[in-house]
């Protein structure tokens, strides 16, 4: 089972601001949410990190 990582330690991971990520989430292209309760979220980190991986290396 994969540990569940909150906003503020999945914003550090991928060093996107909270609206840009909850943009890609929003539009399919970041990993979905696990709701906890009331108002908290949370996501795999297994998936969040996989996610990085996928990501296009820009090299100038």
């Known amino acids: 089972m994969s540990k569940i ?3 503020k330690e999945v914003l ?7 609206t840009t990520q909850w943009r890609l989430e929003r539009a399919g292209d970041f ?3 696990v ?3 009331t108002g908290s979220v949370g996501w795999h980190l297994d998936e969040v ?12």
């Open 5 to 7: 990582v909150r906003r």
């Open 12 to 18: 550090a991971l991928i060093g996107l601001s909270y």
């Open 31 to 33: 990993p979905k949410r």
């Open 35 to 37: 709701r906890l309760g």
């Open 49 to 60: 990190e996989e996610w990085l991986k996928g990501r296009v290396r820009i090299s100038e």
